[in-house]
Each structure stands twice: as C-alpha cells, then as structure tokens.
C-alpha cells in the first residue's frame, strides 16, 4: 500500500500545483480585466465631457464676442473635469501595463509557495472535492438536460 499512497500524495500534490497556478494566473486576468474596463469607463467619460465642451463652445461662439469666450465658468468646471479623467486614465494605462507585463516564469512556483491566501482557498476547494466521492457532478447527465429542454443535435434551429 505504500506504493500507492505516494502515487495519491503525488497526485493530490500535483492537483494542488495545478489549481494554485490556475488560481494566480485567473487572479491576473481578472485584475486586466477590470483595469481594461476602468479605461474604458474614464474615457467614455471623457467623451461625454468633450461633447458637453464642444456644446458650450459652440453656443459662446454662435451668441458671444470672442473676448468672453475663455472667462466662462462652465467651460472651466468641463476642462477641469477633463484634466482630472486625463490623470484617471493615465494612472489606470499605467496600471494595465504593470499588469500585462507580468511574466509567468519559473519563479511563480516560488510565489504559491508564500502566498497563504491562495493555499487556503485552494485546499479548501480541494477538501470538496476529496470529500465528494461521486464528484462536483453528481446525479448530473447532459443527456437529460437535453432531453427536458427538447435542444439538442437533432432540433431545428429557429
């Protein structure tokens, strides 16, 4: 029985590698993620204060004199904001770039290692996993889901 204990050690070891890999690397997507959709937030707010601008522009040069053109108050408030998501957006590029540069070399091994949060969640998902002798999917079969719903290879389309 020793021979296969170790091959189970090995295997629940290895698994355990494996999803504390895929948790980091999940954790880096997700951070990019977020990061792409926080750019994306602050310059369709930009857009929004460009339009407002370009209104305000418009209307002080279709119904005033030119010399009042740059004392306006409301302009001021929208360049203001302007500046402000410019800064926004700088910081969250920079972010993105830090994120994305992150390289998964062989020193990520080291990193799991020191990192408890993420051995906690990971054997915690694995301790479900090992108490569970059917698996995740018990009393699960895709067949019969196909069968309830009536989809499947063999219905029209429509």
């Given at each position: 029985?020793?021979?296969?204990?170790?091959?189970?050690?090995?295997?629940?070891?290895?698994?355990?590698?494996?999803l504390?890999?895929?948790?980091?690397?999940?954790?880096?997507?997700?951070?990019?993620?977020?990061?792409?959709?926080?750019?994306?937030?602050?310059?369709?707010?930009?857009?929004?204060?460009?339009?407002?601008?370009?209104?305000?522009?418009?209307?002080?040069?279709?119904?005033?004199?030119?010399?009042?053109?740059?004392?306006?108050v409301?302009?001021?408030?929208?360049?203001?904001?302007?500046?402000?998501f410019?800064?926004?957006l700088?910081?969250?590029?920079?972010?993105?770039?830090?994120a994305?540069?992150?390289?998964?070399?062989?020193?990520?091994?080291?990193?799991?290692?020191?990192?408890?949060?993420?051995?906690?969640?990971?054997?915690?998902?694995?301790?479900?996993?090992?108490?569970?002798d059917?698996?995740?999917?018990?009393?699960?079969?895709?067949?019969?889901?196909?069968?309830?719903?009536?989809?499947?290879?063999?219905?029209?389309?429509?």
């Amino acid at each position: 029985m020793k021979k296969n204990d170790t091959l189970w050690d090995n295997l629940r070891q290895g698994l355990r590698d494996g999803l504390q890999f895929t948790v980091k690397k999940t954790e880096r997507l997700t951070r990019i993620g977020r990061l792409k959709l926080d750019i994306l937030s602050v310059r369709r707010q930009m857009d929004r204060k460009h339009a407002e601008l370009g209104v305000l522009v418009f209307e002080q040069v279709r119904d005033a004199d030119e010399s009042s053109l740059w004392m306006d108050v409301n302009m001021l408030d929208v360049v203001h904001s302007l500046r402000g998501f410019e800064q926004r957006l700088h910081q969250l590029e920079d972010d993105l770039e830090v994120a994305s540069t992150e390289v998964d070399d062989p020193g990520v091994e080291d990193e799991l290692d020191d990192d408890t949060a993420t051995d906690s969640r990971v054997d915690a998902e694995f301790s479900v996993l090992e108490d569970d002798d059917d698996g995740p999917f018990r009393g699960f079969h895709p067949e019969d889901e196909v069968r309830e719903t009536g989809k499947g290879q063999d219905s029209p389309r429509g």
